[in-house]
C-alpha cells in the first residue's frame, strides 16, 4: 500500500514510516517542521535505503493536499500531524482548536473525495479523562481537561460520523499511552524543541548533564511508591500498531488502545533508566503538576483479539533504546 503520513517526521511519524517499509509498504511524507527537524528525512532514507516522496506543509493547506491526492496513488491515510503540548493548549486554545481540528477535517475529506478506503487516527489516552484504569474502549469518554485533550475526543466524533455516512471509509482511531524509546539504529527518536513536558524527554536531558534533576511531580498519589503510573509503550511497538490496523482493520468504526496493559511509576522508569544503561538521575520529588491523574493503563485486549497485535519491547528495552538515540544525536 501507499499511504499518506501526516506529521510523518514527527517522533510517531517517524518510527511508523519505518515500520510500513519494513512491511513492504510506502509512504509520502507531508510535514510543517512545526516539531521536527530536517534531518529526520535524511535519516529515515539510509535507514530504509530509498528515497521518500516529501511535501513540506500544513496538512490544514487543503489546496496542497488536494495535490498530493491527485499526485499519487494513495491507499490509506495515517494521520499524525497535531499540536500535542497539553499547557500550550491551555494559554493557545484558538491555535489548537484551529490546527488539530482543521487538519483533521481537511485531509479526511480530501482523502474521502479521492476514495481512500482506509483512514488511521493518532488519538490519545487522554480521552478517557481520570477515570480508573485498565481503560477499555467502551468505556465512557469523561469531558476532556484541556484543549488539546478535546481536540482528541472532537476529532474521533468526527471521524465516526464521516465513516457512519460513508462507511466504506474504514476509520482507526488508536489511543496511545505513552510511547517512549526509540528506533534501534539510534538514528531518529524524540527531540521535542525547548524544556520537555514529558518524562522520557526530561530524564534524557538530566542524563545528557543538560538539567541537575529530573523533578518528580507528586509523591503522594495512591501507587505503589507515591509517584504517577503510566503505560509506557516502545515507539517501535506503537507503531507497528498502525501496519496491522492499515492491513486489518475490517469495521467502518475500529477503535483501539495501544498500551501494554502494564503500569510503571515515574521512580520504576528512573530505575530501570540508571540500571540499563549505568547512569545515575539526581531526583527532586516536588508537587503534583496540575492536570495529572495518578494512573492510567490500558486494556490491550481488544487489538490483540481483533488484529492480533501484541506489544513485545519491555522497559528495559525503551530505555536502553532512548538512551541510545540521545546519546547518539548529541555527538552529532
Ligand atoms: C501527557 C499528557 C497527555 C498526552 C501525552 C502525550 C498531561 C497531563 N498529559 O501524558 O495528554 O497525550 O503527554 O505524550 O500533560 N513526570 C514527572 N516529571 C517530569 C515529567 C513527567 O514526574 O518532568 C511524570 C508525570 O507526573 C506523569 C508521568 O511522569 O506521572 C508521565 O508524564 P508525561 O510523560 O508528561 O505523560 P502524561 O502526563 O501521561
Known sequence: MNILVTGGLGFIG???VVSLYERGHQAVIIDDYSNASKEVLEKLETLIQSKIPFIEGNVTDSKLVENIFKNHQIDGVLHFAAFKA????VEKPIMYYENNLNATLTVAKLALEHKVKKFVFSSSCTVYGDQPSPFHEEMDL????NPYGATKQMSEQILKDISFAHP???VTLLRYFNPIGAHDSGLIGESPLGVPNNLMPYILDVALGKRPHL???GSDYPTLDGSGVRDYIHVMDLAEAHVAALEKSLK???IYNVGTGQGSSVLEVVKAFETMNDVKIPLNITARRPGDI????ADPAKIKNELGYQTKRDLNQMVKDAWNFAKRSNHA
Open 14 to 16: 517517524s518510527h511508523t
Open 86 to 89: 497539553v499547557g500550550e493548549s
Open 142 to 145: 469523561l469531558p476532556a481537561t
Open 168 to 170: 466504506e471509509f474504514k
Open 215 to 217: 523533578n518528580v511531580y
Open 252 to 254: 467502518p468504526v475500529n
Open 294 to 297: 495518578a494512573v492510567s493503563f
